[in-house]
């Protein structure tokens, strides 16, 4: 079975731009949550979508916005990029929403670089 | 703020077991203690999770007192290739949020 794929893998984009990242989460999973990486910091949660509804948002600006499409994949979208969005983004999939014994699985993420 | 506490960083050699322990005193009664193993460039890859005694797979155990304030993660006979950060984190309650730490960067030498 396939794990959790994201795509691009790596972007580059200037300072004002939007970017948009893609997941597909592994099959079976519902729940797909977003993480950003800084170099030398663990993740970071962003978002967790659950069933198409947003079901936490972490301490992000409202350039950070996604979406959950029905087949489960997802977006996140970023606008007016800074030079400190630059990170690993990172998406994890799960079985379920409330799961404390269902672990997360994650992506290799997309590189994102602001120039 | 993570809710979990362990070493910045550890050195081994290969052939060795390395234990990495981590403390989390305000466990909540339904949080599981799950640990993943994260390589430059690359997304973490879940380990093992466990909530309470010992849970034992194909490459690691996770100790966890009758307390459960603390759990060691011990990798038996580590190789060059274990060399890696290692996240201890609590998970549970209404909620799929995972809060990393700062993880322990495990150097192991030949």
């Known amino acids: 079975d396939a794990g959790v794929t994201q795509s691009p893998t790596h972007l580059i984009k200037t300072r004002g731009q939007h970017v948009t990242l893609r997941c597909s989460p592994i099959s079976g999973h519902k729940s797909v949550s977003w993480y950003q990486q800084v170099l030398g910091q663990g993740p970071q949660f962003i978002f967790q979508?659950?069933?198409?509804?947003?079901?936490g948002r972490g301490n992000f600006p409202d350039r950070f916005s996604a979406r959950q499409f029905p087949n489960y994949s997802s977006e996140l979208n970023v606008n007016a990029l800074l030079l400190g969005d630059s990170a690993l983004y990172l998406c994890a999939s799960s079985r379920d929403y409330e799961a404390s014994n269902q672990p997360q699985h994650f992506g290799d993420g997309t590189r994102l670089s602001i120039l | 703020l993570a809710k979990t506490t362990q070493p910045i960083s550890m050195d081994s050699y290969e052939g060795q077991e390395v234990n990495i322990t981590c403390s989390h005193n305000?466990?909540?009664?339904?949080?599981?203690i799950t640990w993943y193993q994260q390589f430059p460039s690359q997304g973490p890859r879940f380990i093992i999770q466990g909530y309470k005694t010992k849970v034992t797979n194909e490459v690691a155990s996770l100790f966890i007192p009758a307390d459960r304030k603390s759990s060691t993660l011990s990798l038996p006979r580590v190789s060059l290739s274990d060399t890696a950060v290692y996240y201890c984190l609590t998970l549970g309650g209404a909620t799929n949020k995972l809060i990393f730490g700062t993880g322990t960067l495990l150097a192991v030498q030949p």
């Open positions: 979508y659950y069933e198409k509804e947003e079901r």
């Open positions: 305000n466990i909540a009664t339904n949080d599981y």
